[in-house]
């Protein structure tokens, strides 16, 4: 489905559930989708979905001499602060894949994606940062590692609330 255009034909209060794995961080407006998708859902109906996680695009890439290093923080020292990183800014990313088409997609600190989903009239149910399972340290050793310490994707699971009852509760 053309998550930009094809929304737009459905009928209001279409569905129960709608799920979308690894889609929505290729939008540049979804504050406007998620009002979308609010609009698509029964009352209370569920959005499940993924997106890949900050953490993974937020930190400084340096190649040297054949090795690459990927750095998040900082280093203080007499000459001043190096920031490695940046966390906190939602940033665009182009990348060309491995089968040849390039691919733009929007990476936003989790705190954006909670905002964007109270101010969409949603009721965060469940927040997910999954790690690898045991079986794939059998087949990705430096994988299974990797990802048993630092995420890749963040799930969320919201709930969609009445609009008038969201926005008089929030007065309160």
């Known amino acids: 489905m053309d998550i930009s255009a094809d929304l737009l034909t459905l009928g209001e209060n279409s569905f129960d559930l709608i799920y979308s794995s690894l889609t929505l961080h290729y939008s540049n407006r979804l504050d406007l989708l998620l009002k979308n998708l609010h609009r698509l859902l ?10 890949g996680h900050p953490i993974r695009w937020a930190a400084k890439v ?81 994988f299974w590692d990797l990802r048993t310490k630092l995420p890749i994707d963040m799930i969320f699971l919201g709930r969609s609330q009445d609009q008038l009852t969201s926005h008089t509760s929030r007065l309160n």
Request: hydrophobic fraction near 35%; aromatic fraction near 14%; proline fraction near 4%.
């Open 62 to 142: 340096e190649e040297h001499e054949g090795s690459k290093s990927v750095l998040m923080g900082y280093r203080k020292g007499s000459s001043g602060t190096e920031i490695f990183g940046d966390y906190l800014s939602t940033k665009r990313f182009t990348q060309k894949l491995s089968d040849g088409p390039e691919v733009t997609y929007w990476m936003r600190p989790i705190s954006a994606y909670f905002e964007l989903l109270k101010k969409n009239y949603f009721d965060l149910i469940e927040f997910k940062e999954p790690t690898a399972i045991d079986v794939a340290r059998q087949v990705d050793e430096y």
């Open 42 to 51: 029964a009352p209370k109906g569920l959005l499940l979905f993924s997106v």
